[in-house]
């Protein structure tokens, strides 16, 4: 992941899967104490967890969608 002072932009809503841009939410696990986000479609799965903050998930989440993108350019 990035620095820690990174830029994450509007960090409240509009964040899409990598996978299937199916809208991902970003959530607490009451398990780990840690967040996660997880793809909305049933059928894709696409998860990312132990994140300390919200604000740590979303821009994780957009570095994964960057990556995933450039995996066939």
Known sequence: M??????AGD???GWN???CET???VSRDPDSETFRWE???ER???VGFGFTSRRRARIA???FREAYQN???
């Not at 990035?2 to 830029?7: F, K």
């Open 71 to 73: 995996v066939y350019r």
């Open 23 to 25: 809208e991902a939410t």
């Open 11 to 13: 960090t409240r809503w």
């Open 2 to 7: 990035g620095h820690p002072n990174e830029y």
């Open 39 to 41: 793809c909305s479609n």
């Open 17 to 19: 899967c990598p996978r």
């Open 61 to 63: 989440l957009r570095e």
């Open 44 to 46: 894709c799965g696409s």
